[in-house]
């Protein structure tokens, strides 16, 4: 398997791909706000370096989705009528997860309600936190 993450939009002539490098730390967005990511291919991974390389790459691209999911949900937290903790929608984190278990299946939906209601909470917290700044 060596798929591609690929924005729906085609990339810009002039955007310069942010593609990450097995070993190398990937750049976050190019010009266009387009996040590009060479998946790597876990059968050519042989050492614990080359591995745990691989594991930096997609973690430092899985930190900048975290860091504009967070933005993205803060939009909401102020659109809602009520926003943050208080107005919580189970049903919407429901098809949330239950979305991103197709995209997910070694996973599956109740370990990624786990960390999805991690990553929804640490989101809310930070809406909290910037609410009050
Ligand atoms: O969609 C919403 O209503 C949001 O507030 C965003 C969000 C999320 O982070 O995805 C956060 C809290 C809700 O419980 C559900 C989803």
Redesign the pocket.
């Known amino acids: 398997m060596n798929d591609q993450l690929d924005a729906p939009a085609a990339p810009a002539p002039d955007a310069a791909p942010a593609v990450s490098t097995p070993g190398g730390v990937p750049s976050a967005a190019g010009p266009a706000g387009e996040l590009r990511v060479a998946l790597p291919d876990t059968a050519g991974l042989r050492t614990i370096g080359e591995a745990r390389a691989a594991i930096d790459g997609i973690d430092a691209v899985l930190a900048a989705l975290l860091e504009r999911?967070?933005a993205?949900?803060g939009v909401?937290?102020r659109l809602?009528p009520v926003?943050?903790?208080a107005?919580?929608?189970?049903a919407?984190?429901r098809a949330?997860v239950e979305a991103m278990a197709a995209h997910a299946p070694s996973l599956g939906a109740e370990r990624l309600a786990r960390i999805?209601t991690a990553?929804?909470e640490a989101?809310?917290d930070a809406a909290d936190e910037s609410a009050r700044a």
């Open positions: 999911r967070v993205v949900a909401v937290q809602k926003g943050g903790f107005g919580r929608d189970a919407r984190e949330i999805m990553v929804i989101g809310l």
